[in-house]
Protein backbone atom coordinates (compact mmCIF):
# COMPACT_ATOMS: atom_id res chain seq x y z
CA UNK A 1 0.00 0.00 0.00
CA UNK A 2 0.98 3.19 -0.48
CA UNK A 3 2.46 5.48 1.89
CA UNK A 4 0.68 8.62 1.20
CA UNK A 5 -2.48 8.63 -0.30
CA UNK A 6 -4.72 11.33 -1.64
CA UNK A 7 -8.59 11.01 -2.67
CA UNK A 8 -10.06 12.04 -4.86
CA UNK A 9 -7.48 11.34 -8.29
CA UNK A 10 -9.30 13.39 -10.34
CA UNK A 11 -11.75 16.29 -9.92
CA UNK A 12 -14.06 18.55 -12.12
CA UNK A 13 -15.91 20.81 -10.24
CA UNK A 14 -17.70 24.24 -11.01
CA UNK A 15 -17.03 27.74 -10.36
CA UNK A 16 -17.93 28.70 -7.11
CA UNK A 17 -18.38 25.00 -5.97
CA UNK A 18 -16.54 24.09 -2.40
CA UNK A 19 -14.49 20.91 -2.93
CA UNK A 20 -11.89 18.98 -0.15
CA UNK A 21 -9.26 17.16 -1.29
CA UNK A 22 -7.99 14.42 1.31
CA UNK A 23 -4.50 13.37 2.74
CA UNK A 24 -3.86 10.36 4.60
CA UNK A 25 -0.77 9.14 5.31
CA UNK A 26 0.80 5.96 7.11
CA UNK A 27 4.66 7.24 7.26
CA UNK A 28 4.29 8.52 11.02
CA UNK A 29 5.28 11.51 9.54
CA UNK A 30 4.60 14.59 11.94
CA UNK A 31 4.96 16.85 9.32
CA UNK A 32 2.47 17.12 6.32
CA UNK A 33 1.85 19.86 3.67
CA UNK A 34 0.45 20.88 0.44
CA UNK A 35 1.54 21.89 -3.22
CA UNK A 36 0.19 23.15 -6.62
CA UNK A 37 2.06 22.69 -9.40
CA UNK A 38 1.33 24.73 -12.73
CA UNK A 39 3.05 23.97 -15.95
CA UNK A 40 6.63 25.54 -15.91
CA UNK A 41 6.27 27.03 -12.32
CA UNK A 42 7.30 23.89 -10.29
CA UNK A 43 5.77 23.34 -6.72
CA UNK A 44 4.44 26.18 -4.84
CA UNK A 45 3.38 25.85 -1.15
CA UNK A 46 -0.01 26.45 -0.27
CA UNK A 47 -0.17 25.47 3.83
CA UNK A 48 2.44 23.36 6.07
CA UNK A 49 1.47 21.77 9.05
CA UNK A 50 3.88 20.35 11.64
CA UNK A 51 1.48 19.03 13.93
CA UNK A 52 -2.49 19.17 14.52
CA UNK A 53 -2.25 22.42 16.35
CA UNK A 54 0.50 23.80 14.05
CA UNK A 55 -0.95 25.43 10.66
CA UNK A 56 0.77 27.85 8.38
CA UNK A 57 0.29 29.66 5.38
CA UNK A 58 2.25 28.79 2.80
CA UNK A 59 3.17 31.22 -0.31
CA UNK A 60 -0.22 31.05 -2.32
CA UNK A 61 -3.05 30.62 0.58
CA UNK A 62 -5.36 32.87 -0.72
CA UNK A 63 -8.83 30.88 -1.69
CA UNK A 64 -7.23 27.45 0.52
CA UNK A 65 -7.64 26.35 3.53
CA UNK A 66 -6.93 22.98 5.58
CA UNK A 67 -7.95 20.70 8.36
CA UNK A 68 -5.16 18.91 10.03
CA UNK A 69 -8.03 16.11 11.31
CA UNK A 70 -5.45 13.78 13.24
CA UNK A 71 -1.46 13.36 12.48
CA UNK A 72 -2.40 11.48 9.48
CA UNK A 73 -4.80 13.35 7.79
CA UNK A 74 -4.56 16.54 6.38
CA UNK A 75 -7.08 17.98 3.78
CA UNK A 76 -7.44 21.02 1.48
CA UNK A 77 -10.50 22.78 1.26
CA UNK A 78 -11.00 25.10 -1.88
CA UNK A 79 -13.77 26.94 -0.35
CA UNK A 80 -15.11 28.84 -3.77
CA UNK A 81 -13.45 27.45 -6.63
CA UNK A 82 -12.25 29.69 -9.52
CA UNK A 83 -10.61 28.33 -13.04
CA UNK A 84 -6.97 29.60 -12.32
CA UNK A 85 -6.73 27.20 -9.29
CA UNK A 86 -7.06 24.54 -12.03
CA UNK A 87 -4.05 22.53 -11.30
CA UNK A 88 -2.70 19.71 -9.75
CA UNK A 89 -2.27 19.44 -6.35
CA UNK A 90 0.15 17.24 -3.97
CA UNK A 91 0.45 16.59 -0.49
CA UNK A 92 3.85 15.69 0.91
CA UNK A 93 4.74 14.25 4.67
CA UNK A 94 8.14 14.63 5.96
CA UNK A 95 9.33 13.63 9.16
CA UNK A 96 11.48 16.42 11.90
CA UNK A 97 14.54 14.85 11.81
CA UNK A 98 17.52 15.31 9.19
CA UNK A 99 17.59 15.27 6.13
CA UNK A 100 13.88 16.05 6.16
CA UNK A 101 13.25 14.72 3.54
CA UNK A 102 9.40 15.15 2.09
CA UNK A 103 7.45 12.32 0.46
CA UNK A 104 4.86 13.00 -1.92
CA UNK A 105 1.03 11.68 -2.68
CA UNK A 106 0.21 10.32 -6.12
CA UNK A 107 -1.36 14.17 -6.78
CA UNK A 108 -4.96 15.15 -7.39
CA UNK A 109 -5.79 16.69 -10.84
CA UNK A 110 -8.36 19.46 -10.18
CA UNK A 111 -10.50 20.95 -13.59
CA UNK A 112 -12.60 24.14 -12.56
CA UNK A 113 -14.42 24.78 -15.03
CA UNK B 1 13.28 35.39 -1.75
CA UNK B 2 14.78 32.26 -2.30
CA UNK B 3 14.82 31.05 -5.38
CA UNK B 4 15.85 27.99 -7.65
CA UNK B 5 16.59 27.72 -11.09
CA UNK B 6 16.60 24.77 -13.55
CA UNK B 7 17.00 24.30 -17.36
CA UNK B 8 13.59 23.12 -19.14
CA UNK B 9 14.75 20.84 -21.23
CA UNK B 10 17.90 17.64 -21.72
CA UNK B 11 17.72 15.56 -24.59
CA UNK B 12 20.48 12.54 -24.49
CA UNK B 13 20.64 9.73 -26.20
CA UNK B 14 20.39 6.35 -24.29
CA UNK B 15 23.96 4.99 -22.80
CA UNK B 16 24.87 8.43 -22.49
CA UNK B 17 25.75 10.24 -19.48
CA UNK B 18 23.09 12.88 -18.71
CA UNK B 19 23.76 15.71 -16.69
CA UNK B 20 20.89 18.08 -14.87
CA UNK B 21 22.14 21.76 -13.16
CA UNK B 22 20.18 23.32 -10.59
CA UNK B 23 21.43 27.06 -8.95
CA UNK B 24 19.97 28.29 -5.74
CA UNK B 25 19.85 31.86 -4.31
CA UNK B 26 19.90 30.66 -0.18
CA UNK B 27 23.74 30.73 1.16
CA UNK B 28 21.92 29.30 4.52
CA UNK B 29 20.66 25.70 2.65
CA UNK B 30 21.72 23.24 4.47
CA UNK B 31 20.11 20.33 2.29
CA UNK B 32 19.92 19.90 -1.11
CA UNK B 33 17.74 17.29 -3.13
CA UNK B 34 16.73 15.78 -5.97
CA UNK B 35 13.39 14.99 -7.10
CA UNK B 36 12.24 12.67 -10.25
CA UNK B 37 8.82 13.28 -11.66
CA UNK B 38 7.02 10.65 -14.24
CA UNK B 39 4.23 11.29 -16.07
CA UNK B 40 0.66 10.92 -13.71
CA UNK B 41 2.73 10.25 -10.68
CA UNK B 42 4.24 12.02 -7.79
CA UNK B 43 7.66 13.19 -6.84
CA UNK B 44 9.80 10.61 -6.12
CA UNK B 45 12.83 11.46 -4.09
CA UNK B 46 16.05 10.28 -5.56
CA UNK B 47 19.05 11.43 -3.74
CA UNK B 48 19.76 14.52 -1.39
CA UNK B 49 23.11 16.00 -0.44
CA UNK B 50 23.97 17.53 3.09
CA UNK B 51 25.31 21.27 2.34
CA UNK B 52 28.72 20.44 3.57
CA UNK B 53 29.49 17.53 1.25
CA UNK B 54 31.02 18.12 -2.25
CA UNK B 55 30.04 14.87 -4.16
CA UNK B 56 27.62 12.16 -3.28
CA UNK B 57 27.43 8.49 -5.06
CA UNK B 58 24.43 6.44 -5.54
CA UNK B 59 24.70 4.03 -7.93
CA UNK B 60 23.91 5.47 -11.74
CA UNK B 61 23.27 8.45 -9.96
CA UNK B 62 26.25 11.39 -8.73
CA UNK B 63 25.06 14.49 -6.96
CA UNK B 64 27.66 17.31 -7.25
CA UNK B 65 27.76 20.63 -4.86
CA UNK B 66 29.66 23.89 -5.39
CA UNK B 67 28.34 26.08 -2.25
CA UNK B 68 30.68 28.51 -3.23
CA UNK B 69 28.56 29.38 -6.52
CA UNK B 70 25.61 27.46 -5.16
CA UNK B 71 25.34 24.94 -8.25
CA UNK B 72 24.00 21.66 -7.64
CA UNK B 73 23.85 18.71 -10.58
CA UNK B 74 22.89 15.30 -11.19
CA UNK B 75 24.76 13.19 -13.31
CA UNK B 76 22.49 9.89 -14.74
CA UNK B 77 25.52 7.32 -16.28
CA UNK B 78 24.27 5.10 -18.80
CA UNK B 79 20.76 6.96 -19.29
CA UNK B 80 18.21 4.38 -20.35
CA UNK B 81 14.28 5.19 -21.35
CA UNK B 82 13.03 4.44 -17.87
CA UNK B 83 15.35 7.30 -17.06
CA UNK B 84 12.71 9.86 -19.23
CA UNK B 85 11.18 12.17 -16.54
CA UNK B 86 10.63 15.58 -14.89
CA UNK B 87 13.74 15.88 -12.40
CA UNK B 88 13.31 18.68 -9.62
CA UNK B 89 15.84 20.66 -7.31
CA UNK B 90 14.84 21.67 -3.95
CA UNK B 91 17.07 23.23 -1.03
CA UNK B 92 15.80 23.65 2.26
CA UNK B 93 17.95 26.61 4.13
CA UNK B 94 18.38 27.43 7.80
CA UNK B 95 16.73 30.53 8.19
CA UNK B 96 13.27 29.81 9.68
CA UNK B 97 11.84 28.90 6.66
CA UNK B 98 9.89 25.49 6.98
CA UNK B 99 9.44 23.75 3.59
CA UNK B 100 11.38 23.12 0.26
CA UNK B 101 11.80 25.60 -2.17
CA UNK B 102 11.55 23.45 -5.78
CA UNK B 103 12.95 24.30 -9.01
CA UNK B 104 10.21 24.21 -11.53
CA UNK B 105 12.02 20.65 -13.26
CA UNK B 106 13.97 19.95 -16.21
CA UNK B 107 12.38 17.76 -19.00
CA UNK B 108 14.72 14.77 -18.86
CA UNK B 109 14.09 13.18 -23.02
CA UNK B 110 16.23 9.86 -23.61
CA UNK B 111 16.00 8.92 -27.44
CA UNK B 112 16.59 5.14 -28.12
Known amino acids: DADVTQTPRNRITKTGKRIMLECSQTKGHDRMYWYRQDPGLGLRLIYY???????NKGEISDGYSVSRQAQAKFSLSLESAIPNQTALYFC????????????FGPGTRLLVL | GEDVEQSLFLSVREGDSSVINCTYTDSSSTYLYWYKQEPGAGLQLLTY?????DMKQDQRLTVLLNKKDKHLSLRIADTQTGDSAIYFCAERGDTGRRALTFGSGTRLQVQP
Open chain 2, 49 to 53: IFSNM
Open chain 1, 92 to 103: ATSDSGQPRAQY
Open chain 1, 49 to 55: SFDVKDI
